[in-house]
């Protein structure tokens, strides 16, 4: 039962900062690649920020040079700092993952991969007023 979960979401005025959270929690073996997506009233989800697990990263053009996405392996924990927030980011943002939920070996004692699963978090709510 891996699971994701996004905090950080809050109202905020243009110009101004948020940074949002994901956490994955469960039986976690490895989180490989990771990512920030939004989506606002009549759209569909649009990718914002992706980190794979070499921290190689890539953003949307409307969000490159103002949002940085990061992440913490020990604390199975991504981050996207937003900057100088724009009306237009406002949206409900998502957190991606692709994840290895693990078993314990009984011969070995040793964590095994059960494969690769595509999670996605609940969402946390942004909203930027004028």
């Known amino acids: 039962q891996v699971q994701l979960s996004e905090s950080g979401g809050d109202f905020v005025q243009v110009g101004g900062s948020l940074r949002l959270s994901c956490t994955a929690t469960?039986?976690?073996?490895?989180?490989?690649?990771m990512g920030w997506y939004r989506q606002s009233p009549g759209k569909g989800r649009e990718m914002v920020a992706t980190?794979?697990?070499?921290?190689?990263?890539t953003y949307a053009d409307s969000v490159k040079g103002r949002f940085t996405i990061s992440r913490d392996y020990a604390k199975n924990t991504m981050y996207l700092q937003m900057n100088r927030l724009k009306p237009e980011d406002t949206a409900t943002y998502f957190c991606?993952?692709?994840?290895?939920?693990?078993?314990?070996?009984?011969?070995?004692?040793?964590?095994?991969?059960?494969?690769?699963?595509?999670?996605w978090g609940q969402g946390t709510q942004v909203t930027v007023s004028p």
């Open positions: 991606n993952a692709d994840i290895d939920a693990y078993y314990i070996n009984d011969e070995t004692g040793l964590p095994r991969s059960h494969g690769r699963t595509n999670y």
């Open positions: 469960g039986r976690i073996f490895k989180i490989d690649d």
């Open positions: 980190i794979t697990r070499d921290d190689s990263t």
